[in-house]
């Protein structure tokens, strides 16, 4: 409560004098619902508050064990890229020794008079080789030196300048479609180009001279659909 007093006075002949007080009791029912009010504000923001804090805590634990996790892996993925690295050009000095014998060969022997035609696909087949172990080479030295997006417009053009001629002397016409501008894809462009010449040369094993070899490519939505038939 808060009490109140009031005096009261009398005057009479200029003279003035208490003769009373008045006591008034007045409870503050706003004033104390406000004050609980207030008290259960700041225990609810205490409350809300610290479990903020507690997320925030646990979300940002969360996100450096995730980029340690992914630095790691990162680190193990470079050590085996080295490794390989390595391994490649172990190998590739070792096939490209016998390579320079067999192209040397099939030089001589075709200025000996050999079979020009044979001899000649011998040396395509050893040039495409040694591209391939370049490409290859080139690719594990450093992989992150590579985009990984594709361009199927570029990557198709190559594969046909790559095979245009070897089909043609083997007498298997060869036709590349492509149906409008393809643009690009999600996928390492050397690999992309890997994939095309492995179906390339497999078409080539499989078919005999006369027979036809057909590269479509197409645009379809989201996708792209290459066909070699």
């Not at 570029?154 to 409008?180: D, N, S, W, Y």
């Not at 479509?216 to 070699?228: F, G, I, K, P, W």
């Amino acid at each position: 409560y808060v009490e109140n007093y009031l005096p009261v006075y009398d005057e009479e002949a200029g003279v003035r004098r208490l003769v009373a007080v008045v006591e008034l009791y007045r409870n503050q029912a706003v004033l104390f619902a406000a004050i609980r009010d207030g008290r259960r504000l700041v225990w609810a923001g205490s409350v809300a508050g610290g479990l903020f804090l507690f997320a925030t805590l646990i979300w940002f634990v969360r996100r450096a064990e995730r980029a340690l996790r992914e630095q790691q892996g990162r680190l193990v993925e470079a050590e085996a890229l080295a490794i390989v690295g390595e391994v490649s050009a172990a190998v590739a000095h070792s096939i490209r020794n016998p390579l320079g014998s067999i192209r040397s060969t099939a030089e001589l022997q075709l200025e000996l008079g050999a079979d020009r035609a044979a001899m000649g696909e011998i040396m395509r087949g050893v040039d495409r080789v040694d591209v391939l172990v370049s490409t290859l080479l080139n690719y594990a030295a450093d992989p992150t030196e590579h985009a990984a997006s594709a361009d199927l417009d570029t990557v198709i053009a190559a594969a046909q300048l790559r095979f245009e001629t070897e089909f043609g002397t083997q007498g298997k016409p060869f036709a590349v479609t492509v149906k409008g501008p393809l643009g690009c894809v999600a996928a390492d462009p050397v690999l992309m180009a890997q994939v095309l010449d492995s179906l390339l040369a497999n078409a080539g094993e499989a078919t005999v001279a006369g027979e036809a070899i057909q590269l479509v490519a197409r645009r379809e939505s989201a996708r792209t659909v290459v066909e070699v038939r």
